[in-house]
């Protein structure tokens, strides 16, 4: 498996949430993931988020997504409406194996963060030969 759901008590904290509030707010950093060819690609969605703010760590196949979305308001002003949530928001992910963690691509664009990750080459799948009838050569 290239990607194991993290966080088991995320979910927990969501039903929580829709039991003890009137609105449910949506997930703070949905993520879509799938293997395109020999990539494996995760999606998250950060609108609003400052690039600079965005840390990306991976230990022992863990992989951890930190950022921080701050309020457009200045210092001082009244809240009317405050619906975007802010502060730091986290997710972790476990990879598989079978994944290049030493050779992760990341990119921000019109807030999506998207992370290629490669499958290793010692996980793709190889073709062996095998030598048939008119390839053996008598030894006298």
């Excluded at 196949?61 to 405050?82: I, K, M, Y």
């Excluded at 990341?106 to 990750?117: C, F, Q």
Aim: aromatic share 6%; proline share 9%; charged share 30%.
């Amino acid at each position: 498996m290239m990607l194991m759901r993290t966080d088991p008590f995320r979910e927990i904290d969501r039903l929580a949430q829709q039991v003890f509030t009137q609105t449910p707010r949506p997930s703070a950093m949905p993520m879509d993931a799938y293997r395109s060819g020999d990539d494996f690609v995760v999606h998250f969605d950060l609108p609003g988020i400052d690039p600079e703010s965005i840390d990306l760590d991976v230990e022992r196949n863990v992989l951890s997504v930190r950022a921080e979305r701050r309020s457009p308001a200045p210092e001082g002003a009244e809240p009317v409406v405050a619906e975007r949530p802010t502060g730091t928001f986290t997710r972790q992910l476990f990879l598989g194996d079978t994944l290049d963690t030493d050779r992760i691509d990341a990119s921000y664009d019109a807030g999506v963060l998207t992370l290629r990750i490669p499958v290793a080459e010692q996980a793709k799948p190889r073709r062996i030969q095998i030598a048939g009838g008119a390839d053996r050569r008598q030894l006298t």
